[in-house]
């Protein structure tokens, strides 16, 4: 599941994004449509599936646990479903590539199975930390060995009953949510989690797609163990977190009008629109609709000047993922921007404080990392050579900076673009990026 570190971007300077772009299908919910339907009885046909590595892995995990799932066209996946009860061992170690969603959330689905099982990762997947979903896992009966850092690899031991806990997650993470929702599935009685504050819902919002009762009250949702789920068509929508780079990119590029379309704009995913429209992007949306349980819109955005803002810490967990993006935003605004209750960015595919303020200090800008956030002052952009960290954001955020900057930019490690967003290159072109890859 490695992907080469060879490939470079290069970005020139100038252009602006116009016209219609459909990004690549929403990662959360395709990794959770191939784990639901593999549980599911019957046939779960997706649409609108992303194929990327990290989708990919969790695809492909669930053929090594005798799942059979075909790819039937592009974005289209049919899964047969084999029940709650009907995976099987699997003849190796399940390398999940890239992905800590599949890590996290395979950690809980498959914790309380009959058969013992193993998750690898690559190198960063091998860094993040695990005992946030190990920790209570273990405290519904699972035993699962990990690193003494508490890293992957993960063995998961067969056989553990699990029974059913009230916990409360320390940090906001939708993963860890999921991954104790999953092993309630196969726990006796009721697993509850209560969450510090909203993160994404899709978990929830497919479970009961498929006739599962999950229970909401407040900040806390449970479910209980014994049920089965039923096959259900999904339709995944374009992914927020793929089209906040093109939102960024058309708000700091003089000239830009671009419309992103069918994208979900799920609640609790929509932190990037608020925090642009904070700044004062001009963003409106389109023929707002809701698509197999997901709302959906097309999203507008025109260029208009940014300026700085301290961005509200209720907006972070609803934008964990787009920070990257929005760091570029700040750099390119008005004055200064202010990030705090941030240091989940830290663990991310790469330390995202970091190596952004790295890149952006690189390219003259002043930024100025914290503890749990980071603060930016706009300026003027030169150019440079920057290191992505085999972070597909943080590679993808940096092309953007052609729209702002003054000379040209080379971003080095990029070939992992492809876990979450394979054709970028060729469609940031088609908008009006001047980017091209080089091996
Ligand atoms: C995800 C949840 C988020 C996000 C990740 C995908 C998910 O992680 O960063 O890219 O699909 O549940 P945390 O929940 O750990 O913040």
Redesign the pocket.
């Known amino acids: 599941m490695t992907s080469s570190p060879a490939l470079t971007y290069h970005v020139t300077p100038g252009g602006a994004l116009r016209g219609h772009v459909r990004v690549p299908g929403d ?2 919910i395709s ?2 449509a191939i784990m639901l339907g593999s549980i599911a009885q019957g046939v779960t046909e997706v649409s609108g599936f992303l194929e990327g590595e990290d989708c990919l892995a969790t695809l492909a995990a669930f053929r090594a646990l005798g799942v059979r799932i075909e790819q039937t066209g592009p974005g289209k996946v049919v899964i047969h479903g084999v029940g709650l009860h009907g995976l099987k061992a699997p003849a190796a170690p399940l390398d999940l590539g890239n992905s ?2 599949s890590m ?2 395979l950690a809980g689905l498959l914790c309380g199975q009959p058969f013992d099982v193993t998750l690898t990762g690559d190198a960063s997947l091998s860094r993040r930390p695990m005992k ?1 979903v190990t920790g209570p896992l273990a405290r519904m009966g699972a035993h699962i060995e990990a690193t003494p850092q508490g890293t992957a690899p993960l063995a998961l031991l067969g056989g553990q009953p699990l029974s059913g806990i009230d916990y409360t997650l320390p ?8 991954a104790l929702l999953l092993a309630g599935l196969y726990a006796h009685g009721r697993s509850c989690v209560t969450e510090p504050a909203p ?2 819902d ?2 929830e919002r497919m479970l009961r797609g498929f006739g599962c009762a999950v229970e909401q009250n407040g900040a806390t949702v449970c479910v209980t163990g014994g049920g089965e789920l039923r096959a259900t068509p999904i339709a995944v929508p374009a992914d927020i ?1 793929s089209a906040a780079f093109f939102m960024v990119g058309a708000s700091i590029a003089a000239g830009s009008d671009v419309t992103l379309d069918h994208v979900g704009i799920n609640p609790t995913r929509i932190g990037v629109i608020n925090i642009l429209r904070l700044m004062g992007a001009d963003i409106t949306l389109h023929n707002e609709r809701a698509v197999g349980g997901e709302p959906v819109a097309d999203i507008r955005v025109r260029a208009r000047r940014l300026h700085g803002i301290r961005i509200p810490e209720d907006q972070v ?1 609803l934008a ?2 787009e920070f990257p993006a929005l760091f570029i935003a700040a750099a390119c605004a008005e004055g200064e921007t202010v990030l705090t209750g941030a240091h ?1 960015l830290r663990v ?1 595919e790469s330390d995202r404080i970091q190596v952004m303020a790295d890149g952006l200090a690189r390219m003259g800008i002043a930024a100025r990392p914290t503890a749990d956030g980071i603060v930016i002052q706009g300026g003027v952009l030169g150019g440079g050579e920057i290191d992505s960290h085999g972070d597909h954001r943080i590679a993808m955020a940096f092309a953007m900076v052609a729209l702002c900057a003054r000379d040209a930019v080379t971003i080095n490690d990029c070939a992992n673009v492809n876990t979450s967003f394979p054709g970028f290159v060729e469609l940031a072109r088609g908008a009006g990026l001047q980017v091209a890859s080089s091996k």
């Open positions: 990662k959360s990794h959770r800590g969603t996290r959330l946030r940090v906001a993470s939708a993963q860890v949510k999921s993160t994404r899709h978990t977190s967990p964990i993922d989940e991310k």
